[in-house]
């Protein structure tokens, strides 16, 4: 995204309490409880892929959590909070400028990441981390057994 089209950036709020400085800090980006629970049951399946491994897409430069380079398949485990979930993203009650800011910035990356990926001829999958990880790994088989040609099981 250009500079031109970013949203201007608000200044950066002052923390609320240490409570609040501790839990935020506590945020991890990479190897999230649904993301490895995804990892372990692909794994089991006998599944292999990389980890975070950096892709080019035009301009951009990205590191999904699982990459299926064969497939080429990139997935993403979303958290619901970050990346503005329909069901449980929420904006927080202080700080509100700056949070809605930040939460349209990374919906707005999120999108031109996609775009991008498909136009490089990757397949995009997000899940959502509040999906069962039984869901999320069952979507992912399905997205490559259909890319590998192979008949799906219909889930009943």
């Known amino acids: 995204m250009g500079r031109s089209k970013q949203l201007a950036t ?21 190897d999230t409880t649904a993301e490895r629970a995804i990892r372990s049951l692909l794994h089991a399946r006998g599944f292999r892929f990389r980890k975070h491994l950096p892709i080019q897409a035009g301009m951009i430069r990205v590191r999904p959590d699982l990459v299926f380079t064969r497939q080429r398949l990139a997935v993403f485990v979303d958290g619901c909070f970050w990346h503005g979930c329909p069901d449980h993203g929420n904006v927080p009650r202080t700080n509100i400028a700056y949070w809605k800011w930040k939460l349209d910035r990374n919906r707005a990356r999120d999108s031109a990441v996609d775009e991008a990926l498909a136009a490089a001829g990757w397949v995009v999958l997000r899940i959502w981390e509040h999906v069962p990880a039984v869901e999320g790994a069952t979507a992912i088989e399905a997205k490559l057994r259909r890319s590998r040609g192979e008949r799906v099981a219909s889930q009943t």
């Open 10 to 30: 608000p200044d950066y709020p002052s923390p609320t309490s240490a409570a609040a400085s501790a839990v935020m800090r506590a945020n991890r980006g990479t």
